[in-house]
């Protein structure tokens, strides 16, 4: 099946700085989207984005589905952002289930 | 709107027993994906449920089981639990094939 990489595992930065999250797919997909967990566990959409580039307020995503992978950036870090942050692929097909990387732990300190 | 709901939030079983959680998708969604996560991983794909049929199958045993009912909502059943079976389940919901999907606020399962 697809595997999915996620880069880099953990980030701490301080209030204010920018990030950018990397979401690198092994094989064609119909389906990316960027969510972040919360510390409760819910999974908060953040981007539908198989291809092309959207912006919502301080977070940006890019899709480059020809290179296989996606970019998730965070500007002006709030302490709010804080938590794992998941990119998740579907191939298509037969089945429609996503393919989670293992995400990205960010730490915003004040 | 109402999002997506799962029952119950939590829940404690011992092993070998059985277990349905439940699922109700967002108003006019026809598809149900079922998802499992242990800690410290990312959600795992083990069910997904289109217009009552089942269209796909993660790499999980015949112990997991699931349906969907006419008004779409979804019941996802593992029988004769094991401790590794302890995990959050996720419930999503999207329109149809190939759409964004949308995830409840999990069960939070402890197998003792």
């Known amino acids: 099946g697809i595997q999915v990489e996620q880069s880099p595992p953990d980030l701490i930065l301080q209030e204010g700085a920018n990030s950018t999250l990397r979401c690198n797919f092994s094989?064609?997909?119909?389906?990316l989207q960027w969510f972040h967990q919360n510390p409760w566990g819910q999974l908060i959409n953040l981007f539908y984005i198989p291809s092309g580039t959207k912006q919502n307020g301080r977070l940006s995503a890019t899709t480059v589905a020809t290179e296989r992978y996606s970019l998730l950036y965070i500007s002006s870090s709030q302490t709010t952002d804080s938590g794992v942050y998941f990119c998740a692929v579907g191939e298509g097909g037969g089945a429609d289930g996503l393919t989670f990387g293992k995400g990205t732990h960010l730490i915003i300190q004040p | 709107d109402a999002g997506v709901t799962q029952s119950p939030t939590h829940l404690i079983k011992t092993r070998g027993q059985h277990v349905t959680l439940r699922c109700s998708p967002i108003s006019g969604h026809k598809s149900v994906s079922w998802y499992q996560q242990v800690l410290g991983q990312g959600p795992q794909f083990i069910f997904q449920?289109?217009?009552?049929?089942?269209?796909g199958r993660g790499n999980f045993p015949d112990r997991f089981s699931a349906r969907q009912f006419p008004n779409y909502s979804s019941e996802l059943n593992v029988n004769a639990l094991l401790l590794g079976d302890s995990a959050l389940y996720l419930c999503?919901?999207?329109?149809?094939?190939?759409?964004?999907?949308?995830f409840g606020p999990g069960t939070r399962l402890t197998v003792t």
């Open positions: 999503a919901s999207s329109p149809g094939w190939g759409y964004e999907q949308y």
């Open positions: 449920y289109y217009e009552k049929e089942e269209r």
């Open positions: 094989d064609s997909v119909n389906n």
